[in-house]
């Protein structure tokens, strides 16, 4: 059972283009979670996905954050017009759907490291 | 609201010592409580998981934490470090019951001493 993966692994922008971050959740997982690492910081939750829906977005940055988890497909973060403090580590988590005894304990990625030079 | 407060964000300790990393929690909710391991350019592997069940809990790789809700911690202990138990360890809470994203502490870089 292959793991959350996440691509690409390593993304270098310049100031101002946009970045994709893709994540493809664990099989049989409908939950999806960003979140964002920066230099010395812990890990900040950004955002919470479900197929088509967005549950949660209270981390979100207000302006040029965006994210969606299609039907079919990977969930997408997208960052438009980066800047250098969007430099960070960005790591994808998935649970699996609710029912009985579920304690929605979330499987990281391996992250997308962006660099924006 | 929640929050998570590591103490210590550097913790030395001799191959073959007791493992001591600190959590103390908040929460408004009973929470669900979890430990992280993160090694260099990795992701995180979850360690152990507290869900209202057992106070003491067991995990992978020998670690296991209690959750004292008097003094609101959940502190993780190893009885004997190994080299290669050298990582970075983060503390995260969650509303219990819910499928919230999680409130991580800012992490404990554990080092190993030979």
């Known amino acids: 059972n292959a793991g959350v993966m996440q691509n690409p692994r390593h993304l270098v922008r310049r100031r101002g283009q946009e970045a994709r971050l893709r994540c493809s959740p664990m099989k049989g997982h409908s939950h999806v979670y960003w979140y964002r690492q920066l230099p010395e910081e812990g890990l900040k939750f950004m955002v919470y996905l479900q197929k088509e829906n967005i549950i949660d977005e209270s981390g979100m940055p207000k302006e040029r954050f965006s994210a969606e988890f299609p039907k079919e497909g990977p969930s997408i973060l997208r960052i438009q017009q980066v800047v250098r403090g969007d430099s960070a580590a960005y790591f994808c988590a998935s649970s699996p759907p609710g029912g009985v005894a579920t304690t929605y304990e979330q499987y990281f990625g391996p992250g997308t490291r962006l660099t924006v030079t | 609201a929640q929050s998570v407060t590591q103490l210590g964000s550097h913790v030395s300790v001799s191959e073959g010592a007791l493992v001591l990393l600190r959590c103390n929690y908040s929460?408004?909710?009973?929470?669900?409580l979890f430990w992280y391991v993160q090694y260099p350019n990795q992701g995180l592997q979850l360690l152990l998981k507290y869900t209202s069940a057992a106070t003491l809990v067991k995990g992978i790789n020998g670690f296991e934490a209690e959750f004292k809700k008097s003094e609101t911690s959940f502190h993780l202990t190893k009885p004997s470090a190994h080299m290669s138990d050298a990582a970075e360890y983060f503390c995260?809470?969650?509303?219990?019951?819910?499928?919230?994203?999680?409130?991580f502490g800012k992490g404990t870089h554990l080092i190993i001493q030979p």
């Open positions: 995260a809470v969650q509303s219990g019951g819910g499928a919230d994203g999680l409130t």
């Open positions: 929460s408004s909710v009973p929470p669900y």
